[in-house]
Structures are given as structure tokens and as C-alpha cells.
């Protein structure tokens, strides 16, 4: 009979447990479902004769809170959860958020910043020796010296700081596996250095084979040319089949080595990682709580494949699950699809089939899966790769499998088009299709941005390849008769950005007649192309410099653009046309973006709301530096 995990000494005894082999200590509320990193963890653990107990949110300034379970038999494995703590708790403008979606109840708090080193060093406290493991989202992006912005500094490899013995990154199914057995077996953790998908300390370097010597930590520190150099090296070695091993130097004679990442999965293990006995919904203990709002968005969702070879600067997904795509069987996707269309709060929706990129469905060339993915070179970027297999044919007919499902009334892709591919397809079938089946009303999609440079710093297509989209979508549908629309995600401040391309987006946005109810400011988060060019100013694959705003009043002006039809927005849009000398669009004619102010008086409200809205309006130090920067910038 399937049943959850041990989170007592209660249940570990109804289950017959005197001592768990693993106890996992995790920052999320403990959600047994494949969405969840921890879910699979320990379900692949189980499925491999260990036993496992789960500590979720255990409170870090109590020490026992760690020991409620015992000492396991083999080692503790920690996660931050399934986002980086410092993402999960706050906005890109540094504010606290609100809520938590993955906490019980929504509830914001429940775990510390920076959740992964505060558990290791709580577990240190008490147990000194047991063998301590790191994984998750948040170690494997942090897992060398990386930049981290909400300190604003470059910070060691989570390794160190978090006195782990070993840190797993990736998805992480193959190397939780040999690590466990290799405890098992009697070998010492200090010895795992063999693995893929880890890393490790050493005091001695030569004995690491067919490895690449970083810059050190403190070169990185002290210049943001070696920190991009180092980024760079680090980004052509995320491939399975061709990366080296990398060895990072520390003071003390102290040496953090990345070993290869793991194979990817064949079909056949991914589909066994989904047949595990997942009770595919939240601990009945938080109930009383109100649940776990993240299981909302997943519950009714179906994982297709993983990896993306995308290669969207701002995502991190290069570093977590690497470039090369793993799919699901049709028949490991529609059995679970069968369990989910009788559940007794099944509505006939099927919220999502897909995975980083839904559209997705294989390697992106026939020579992946030997010969791993081109290092100096993109599929889709800057324009599709003449060995690039477009074929949608597969997943075309994985959603007609799912649509003629029994109680399904809608299948929906939410978890992303990737348009440039899409359009690549000469058959039109499926784009046919979606716009039939798929879409209810809106599509929405990732253009990012409008202006060429930077689209280019993005790694996305330019902007043509969009409005060609843009029309055949809008041909399908006036073909098909139904009117439904494109909703385009947007970034403001992305490196690359002045406020001349802010204009740009401003006014194709008026061309459109569109106007975003939501926009997402660039946000630095570690392990991406584009936080490199954030925190060093430079393009780590050219090395040329880079324009980069991190002041937050230019960023409310580049946000307030995209939004300049809102009146609240009315002052930072009059300030930024100023700065960027495009008065031109201040006026009564059809082509302005805002009226001009009568007698200096226009909307007195709205500039007091900007004065008090935290962008530094009031501030003339301030205006006058933005100023400064952008004489410079025309000079």
C-alpha cells in the first residue's frame, strides 16, 4: 500500500523502522509529487532498498528540531527546496514577499535565508561526523564561487559554507544512487570523488585527472575579468559528454573540484522515475493549515521531458539540467494521465503538458546523445543550427492521445512555446492545432524584448522571427475563426538595456495597441549568463563591455515604459523621454506616448505617488547620475 515517508518517530515505528538509512532535510513543505526535487530524491532512495525520513521547514534557531527523527544510519541530505531561498523570500527589488507557495498555508518565514548552509550548520551542531549531502536548485547553482545579489558580493561554493561533505547538482538521480550505495558499501565520503554530477573538496589537486584549473576565489573577488573568464569556462563544461572537471582554489591549500555532470536519462529510466509510488499530493498534516498552494499549479500537469536547449541568457537552466533533452514515453505519460482523470476533484482539465520548453520533444541533433552539445555554438541562437531536427510530430500526437483522455475536457500548454522553433516547422499541423485545442483565449510566449541588441545579450531571436509569428498566429486563428491573442512576456533592465531601447519596446507596444498588466524586472539570480554581464559589466563569451543599469530609479523608468499608458506611471515616463531625448513622444499626436503636463501641473497626484514609491524620485542626486549616465551614453 503506497503511504508517505516517515516524519516521526511515530511513523517510523507504524512502518516498522528502527533507524532511517537517510533523514532529508528539506525547506519546502513535504509534498510527495514528482514536481517536487525532494519527492523524487527520496522515492529513487526508496526504490533502492534505503529507507528515508523527511524533517520539511525544521526551525533553525532550535537545534533539536534537527534530531526528531534520530541519527540516520548513513548520512543527512539537505535542500534549500525547490527555488533558491533568496528567490523564494524576495523581489528583485529586494522586498520581503508576501508568501511563500511553498509553505503550508502560504505563510512566508518558515525558512532562513540562505536555507541550505543554515541546516548544514545546524546539523553540524549536533552531528559532526555524520556524512552530510547537499542538493537541489540551490546548491547546484551556487555550487562554485558565484555572484550573489542580494549581498551584492561574490560568495564561496555553497560547499564550503555549508560544511557539507559532498554536493549533488543537477536533477540528481544517478549520482544520489551511487553515492548511497558507495556509503553502503563501507566507503568513506571523503573518498567519493569519482562521481558524476558532484562535488568535492581536496587538499591535494594532482590528484584530480583531465581537470581545468579555475581562477581562484580570490581572483574572482578581486577582478570581474577573471570572474567572467572563470563563468565562461564553467559554461562550456555543463555538457555530459564533453566537460571537463573543474578545480577552483581556495586559501589554506583548500581546492573545490566539479566533476562532469551526469548522463542524461534514457526514456526508459525517466519513465521509471515517474512510476514510483507518489502519493502526488501534500502531507495530510498540513490540512489543518490550508495545504500547499504549489501543489495547485502542478497537480493536474503532466512532465514531458526536462532540459532546454534554448539558451536564454537570464536562465539557469544550462547549469540544472543541461541542454540535452530527456523525454517521457507516450505510455509513462498517458498511465499517469489515466490515475489523474479519476481523482475526485479532477475538473477535465489537464493544466500543463511539457517541461522547460513544452514544444520540446528530443535532442535538438542526432549527434547528442554520443557526442554531447556544441560548445561555441547554440541551436535556436543567434539563428536556428542547420543540423537542428524540427519535428513536433511526436508531441502532436502525445496531446491527441490525452485530448480523447475520458473526463478531459481541455488539454492546456502552460509551461511555454518556444516560437522560433515552432516557427522553423514547415508542416503547420500542430501550430494548427494548438490554436484549435490548446490555447483558451490567450498564448502566452517569450519575445523577452524587441530591440536586435538586446535580444542578442538575451540569446533570443530577433525580433522579426516574433512579428512572423505574431502573423501566422493571428492567419491561424482568423482561419479557424476564433479570436484569441498573443500575451508576450516582457523584461525590463535586462543588461544591454538603456533607456533608448526602454523607448523601442515602449512604442512597439503602442503599435500593438498592447498594454501588460505584468512586467518582470532582470533579476540576478546566480549561474546565468546575464549575471555575469550584470555584476562584471562584460559579455563573458566576447568579453565586450556591456551597458548595465543598477539603479533603481533608471529601473523604475525602463519598467514605467512598458506600462506608460498606467497614470501612475506618468512622471517616470515624462522623466525617461526627457533623459532619453525622445520628446517627440510627449503631445496630442497618434504616434505620443503621454500627453504634455499643462502648466507644469499635469497629474500632481501621480508625481507625489512616484516621489513615495520607493523608485528615488525625490532624490536630485539621483536624477542627476542618471543624467550624467546617459550624456555620456548619446556623447
Not at 26 to 36: E, N, Q, R, T
Not at 210 to 234: M, N, R, V, W
Not at 499 to 517: H, I, N, S, W
Request: charged share 25%.
Amino acid at each position: 500500500m503506497k503511504q508517505f515517508l516517515p516524519i516521526s518517530r511515530a511513523d517510523m515505528q507504524a512502518q516498522g523502522i528502527e533507524q532511517l538509512d537517510f533523514v532529508y532535510v528539506i525547506g519546502d513543505a513535504y509534498v510527495d509529487h514528482p514536481s517536487f526535487g525532494h519527492a523524487i530524491i527520496s522515492r529513487i532512495l526508496q526504490a533502492n532498498g534505503f529507507s528515508v525520513g523527511i524533517i520539511s521547514q525544521p526551525d533553525w534557531k532550535n537545534p533539536d528540531s534537527i534530531s526528531i527523527l534520530g541519527e540516520p544510519k548513513i548520512g543527512f541530505i539537505v535542500t534549500g527546496g525547490n527555488m533558491d531561498s533568496m528567490v523564494n523570500h524576495y523581489s528583485v527589488s529586494k522586498k520581503r514577499r508576501q508568501k511563500d507557495a511553498f509553505t503550508p498555508g502560504g505563510i512566508t518565514g518558515r525558512r532562513p535565508d540562505y536555507a541550505t548552509v543554515v541546516y548544514c550548520n545546524l546539523i553540524r551542531r549536533t552531528y559532526k561526523h555524520t556524512p552530510l549531502i547537499i542538493g537541489g536548485l540551490e546548491a547546484s547553482l551556487r555550487r562554485l564561487g558565484h555572484y550573489d545579489y542580494w549581498s551584492n558580493k561574490v560568495k564561496r561554493s555553497i560547499l564550503l559554507d555549508s560544511g557539507a561533505d559532498l554536493l549533488l547538482y543537477g536533477m540528481g538521480e544517478r549520482s544520489i544512487v551511487a553515492v548511497a550505495e558507495g556509503l553502503r558499501s563501507g566507503i568513506d565520503i571523503k573518498d567519493l570523488t569519482y562521481i558524476d554530477g558532484t562535488v568535492y573538496k581536496t587538499k591535494d589537486p594532482d590528484s584530480v585527472y583531465d581537470g581545468i584549473t579555475l581562477p581562484s576565489y580570490e581572483e574572482i573577488c578581486a577582478s570581474k575579468e577573471s570572474y567572467a573568464h572563470s563563468f565562461y569556462t564553467q559554461y562550456c563544461n555543463t555538457d555530459p559528454f564533453t566537460a571537463k572537471r573543474l578545480i577552483e582554489p581556495y586559501p589554506n591549500k583548500c581546492y573545490v573540484v566539479q566533476n562532469p555532470p551526469s548522463k542524461p536519462l534514457t526514456t526508459s529510466e525517466m519513465d521509471a522515475v515517474y512510476a514510483l509510488p507518489y502519493m502526488r499530493t501534500y502531507h495530510p498534516s498540513y490540512e489543518e493549515a490550508g495545504g500547499v498552494p504549489a501543489i495547485e499549479e502542478v497537480k493536474f500537469s503532466l512532465v514531458s521531458n526536462r532540459g532546454c536547449y534554448g539558451g536564454c541568457s537570464f536562465c539557469a537552466l544550462t547549469f540544472h539540467q543541461g541542454r540535452i533533452i530527456q523525454t517521457r514515453s507516450h505510455e509513462s505519460i498517458l498511465n499517469e494521465a489515466k490515475q489523474m482523470v479519476w481523482e475526485p476533484d479532477f475538473k477535465g482539465y489537464i493544466h500543463d503538458v511539457g517541461g522547460p520548453t513544452a514544444n520540446f520533444r528530443g535532442p535538438s541533433c542526432d549527434k547528442q546523445l554520443t557526442r554531447g552539445v556544441c560548445k561555441n555554438r547554440q541551436c535556436l541562437f543567434p539563428s536556428p543550427c542547420p543540423n537542428l531536427k524540427v519535428d513536433h510530430s511526436d508531441y502532436l500526437s502525445l496531446l491527441r492521445e490525452l485530448r480523447v483522455l475520458p473526463n478531459v475536457k481541455k488539454v492546456f500548454i502552460r509551461s511555454g512555446i518556444r516560437f522560433d522553433y515552432l516557427i522553423c516547422d514547415k508542416d503547420k499541423t500542430f501550430f494548427r492545432e494548438l490554436c484549435e485545442h490548446h490555447v483558451s483565449g490567450q498564448l502566452k510566449v517569450a519575445p523577452e524584448h524587441i530591440s536586435d541588441s538586446v535580444l542578442s545579450l538575451m540569446g533570443k531571436p530577433p525580433v522579426a522571427v516574433y512579428n512572423k509569428f505574431r502573423e501566422e498566429y493571428k492567419k491561424i486563428n482568423e482561419r479557424i475563426g476564433k479570436k484569441q491573442y498573443l500575451v508576450p512576456y516582457l523584461m525590463s533592465s535586462h543588461p544591454g538595456s538603456t533607456l533608448k531601447e526602454a523607448v523601442e519596446l515602449a512604442e512597439y507596444l503602442r503599435d500593438l495597441g498592447y498594454m501588460p498588466e505584468q512586467v518582470q524586472d532582470f533579476y540576478p539570480t546566480p549561474s546565468t549568463i546575464s549575471t555575469c554581464m550584470y555584476y562584471t559589466g562584460l559579455d563573458p563569451r566576447t568579453m565586450k563591455k556591456v551597458y548595465v543599469t543598477n539603479n533603481p530609479h533608471e529601473k523604475a523608468m525602463q519598467r514605467a515604459l512598458i506600462q506608460y499608458r498606467n497614470p501612475k506611471n506618468y512622471d517616470l515616463v515624462y522623466e525617461a523621454l526627457h533623459l532619453a531625448h525622445r520628446t517627440d513622444l510627449i503631445g496630442f499626436e497618434p504616434k505620443c506616448l503621454i500627453r504634455p503636463k499643462h502648466n507644469g501641473q499635469q497629474n500632481r497626484n501621480y508625481q507625489n505617488h512616484g516621489r513615495n514609491n520607493g523608485t528615488g524620485a525625490s532624490h536630485p542626486k539621483k536624477r542627476k547620475a542618471i543624467r550624467n549616465v546617459h550624456k555620456k551614453k548619446q556623447k
